[in-house]
């Protein structure tokens, strides 16, 4: 596999920016995709340094694309850079005149721990017909419920993102509101995978998005076990995502 760090100047975000980028050397282009998002305190280097990812994509011979966001939350920024839109429009535009990715559907995956489970998911419903499926570790997943009641210490950086009023309105971030367009309008959906650690934080944040989903009518495929807001557990869980995949039939 091939490993590359890249830096470069983003028109989206009028700033330099930094992404990771593992790439498969046996199979043919173009290349299945993953990206793959960090959390709140992490960046672009996480999931290389804190988990088996290589490992994991040379076993399923695919790229893996691993952006930076900072502290967005996914999110156009109210005082800040528009990353949604860096990520969701600029990004793959760019890379795909750089390397040989598929542009299929059925090639793509997105998925992301804490807030970048978030992201992954926001990212897949606003643009379903970009992704096969995407996959959520101990997502901040009911962004509502958080912004009411926010962990002290982040507040002025939840203001940036959201505003002083800390809404979500025009953030583009309720997931069930975006399930329930969907759903309305017959769009087909990627295949969603939720997976929480019953001893996480954000345990019941998940629990309870997960009762969202099925009083909407969403179909979600949920796990839970042991586990914290841990490496150790995030790294079970893209490793057991990648292979439900390939047995589910998503990745061939």
Not at 123 to 147: C, I, M, P, V
Not at 182 to 200: F, R, V, W
């Amino acid at each position: 596999m091939a490993l590359i760090t890249m830096q470069f100047h983003s028109q989206t975000l009028g700033k330099q920016t930094s992404l990771a980028i593992i790439l498969p050397d046996e199979a043919p282009p173009p290349f299945k995709t993953l990206y793959l998002l960090h959390g709140w305190s992490d960046d672009h280097s996480a999931w290389l340094r804190q988990t088996s990812i290589e490992r994991y994509a040379i076993r399923e011979q695919i790229a893996v694309v691993m952006p930076n966001v900072d502290l967005s939350f996914y999110t156009d920024m109210v005082y800040g850079s528009p990353y949604f839109t860096f990520l969701a429009d600029e990004l793959p535009e760019r890379l795909a005149r750089l390397f040989p990715f598929s542009d299929k559907r059925e090639d793509q995956f997105v998925a992301g721990l804490s807030m970048g489970g978030f992201g992954a998911f926001k990212w897949a419903l606003h643009n379903t017909e970009r992704f096969q499926a995407a996959a959520s570790f101990s997502g901040a997943l009911d962004l509502k419920s958080l912004l009411e009641a926010p962990i002290p210490e982040r507040i002025p950086h939840m203001k940036a993102v959201f505003g002083e009023s800390l809404s979500l309105h025009q953030s583009g971030g309720d997931l069930i509101a975006l399930l329930k367009t969907s759903i309305a309008e017959k769009i087909k959906l990627p295949h969603l995978y939720q997976y929480c650690g019953t001893e996480d934080f954000l345990y019941d944040i998940n629990t309870s998005f997960l009762e969202e989903t099925r009083q909407v009518g969403a179909s979600l495929v949920y796990s839970e076990g042991p586990g914290g807001h841990t490496w150790d557990y995030w790294d079970r869980c893209i490793d057991n995502w990648l292979l439900s995949l390939r047995k589910d039939g998503l990745l061939k």
